[in-house]
């Protein structure tokens, strides 16, 4: 153990079959004042496909459960018998299907008196709206469902709708849908067109997208139909310059929107060797002078991307940082606005010792509130890829008590 001490062993053997499986250590933390435990289980299905079971208590009996397939999605399931009624919760970013037949799910959806504390997840915890969708589809015919809940109230909307994309040269029909609604209360019509084209006209450039939405929200009541058009048109004259291994592409133009609104336009583009470019953006609108900008690099194990808009009523920053190599992995995200400041970072290390690797690691969520929420853990995985064991501390800003817990993985090397 870390080189230091030697623990005797009976010779014995561990039988790994090819049904790989992992052993959950118990999960403990301290909600609403009571004790919760879970102890969970992994099961790998085959190599695209997983599931987890856990069972545990928190103010009565709980069962819990996750599929992940790594090429539709993930499912996940929580139901436990509390304050004598049935409560839970269903989670779902999930689709499968072609053109023939489909289905797509994304959201949660709370039942029987659930709250925000039943997610595991602290992001899950901290939002203040949830929402769900689900389609069933076939041939640009689907069935939508749109549901949510905000401070006890849910609400959901069920539709009928044709869906499609087509093209006409350089002329693309973007979205075109028609839908029949109703919403709990009234039922209603709507639909949206989107046209773009992208042409070179001699020297020039013309880019434009434009989009028309119209709806009768009370078809029973005989409401009055509405109809709104929005979209733009440029005409640009671009530029190209090539410095070593560099090439600007600057465009001036002018930018016509739906409203007869008509400013000049300005970008300038820098694109490196490989995956880097930086971007440009200056429209003259009416409230003033807008500039927005992006940069992207990517170079061997690390990358970098930084975005920033600054208008009249809009001021924001954000941008994502990352490194990954045999010894060491790296991930930053931030965001800044007028309303809020926050971080995410992640950072690990591998640590060759015999017959495998430690990685410690810690997770963190920082915002102008303060540390919201911290984890670490430390781990060890065996070379021949057949064991890894990890354990793990977290504490958050709306828990009483630091939460522990971990894994022990067992799989099969054959």
């Known amino acids: 153990i870390l080189g230091l001490l030697e623990v005797p062993v009976p010779i014995s053997s561990i039988s790994l079959t090819p049904s790989s499986w992992s052993m959950g250590i118990p999960a ?28 545990g208590w928190w103010q009565g009996p709980r069962l819990s459960g996750k599929f992940v397939d790594t090429d539709s999605g993930t499912l996940d399931v929580e139901a436990a018998y509390r304050e004598s009624a049935l409560s839970g919760y269903f989670s779902a970013d999930y689709g499968a299907g072609d053109r023939a037949f489909g289905v797509i799910g994304d959201g949660s959806v709370l039942f029987r008196g659930s709250d925000l504390t039943w997610f ?8 203040e709206f949830l ?30 709708a044709f869906t499609g994309e087509q093209s006409l040269g350089n002329l693309g029909f973007e979205r075109h849908r028609l839908r029949l609604y109703h919403d709990g209360v009234n039922s209603g019509v709507d639909g949206i067109v989107g046209l773009s084209t992208t042409e070179r006209i001699g020297v ?16 029973v009541g005989e409401g009055d139909p509405t109809l ?13 310059a090539r410095h070593g291994d560099i090439v600007h592409e600057v465009s001036f133009g002018v930018k016509v929107d739906v409203d007869s609104s008509i400013a000049p336009s300005f970008t300038s583009r820098f694109y490196g060797h490989g995956s880097q470019s930086i971007e440009i953006s200056a429209p003259i609108t009416a409230d003033g002078f807008d ?66 690797r430690w990685r410690p690691s810690l997770s963190s969520i920082v915002s102008d509130e303060g540390l919201l929420f911290v984890e670490a853990g430390l781990g060890w995985i065996a070379d021949c890829g057949c064991l890894d064991v990890e354990v793990n501390l977290a504490t958050a800003e709306d828990r009483h008590m630091p939460i522990f817990g971990g894994v022990v993985r067992l799989e099969s090397i054959y």
Do not use: C
């Open 131 to 160: 929402e769900h969708r689900a389609i069933i589809m076939s041939h640009g015919l689907s069935f939508e469902r749109l549901g949510g809940f905000l401070d006890g109230d849910q609400a959901a909307v069920n539709s009928l």
């Open 228 to 240: 709104e058009l929005d979209g733009y048109v440029t005409v640009s004259l671009p530029f190209w």
């Open 291 to 356: 500039l927005e900008g992006a940069v992207s690099h990517r170079q061997g194990s690390w990358f970098v991307d930084l975005t920033g808009e600054y208008a009249a009523d809009v001021r924001s920053a954000g941008g994502s940082f990352g490194f990954n190599n045999d010894s060491f992995e790296l991930s930053l995200n931030g965001w800044l606005d007028d309303t809020m400041i926050a971080a995410i970072g992640t950072t690990s290390l591998f640590v060759p010792s015999k017959h495998g």
């Open 120 to 127: 595991n997840e602290y992001e899950l915890r901290s939002r």
């Open 28 to 55: 403990i933390d301290w909600v609403d004042d009571s004790l919760r435990v879970s102890a969970p289980l992994w099961f790998r299905i085959d190599p695209v496909r997983s599931a987890k079971v856990a069972i």
């Open 204 to 219: 020039l450039e013309l880019d434009g997208e434009i989009f028309g939405y119209g709806q009768v929200d009370d078809l």
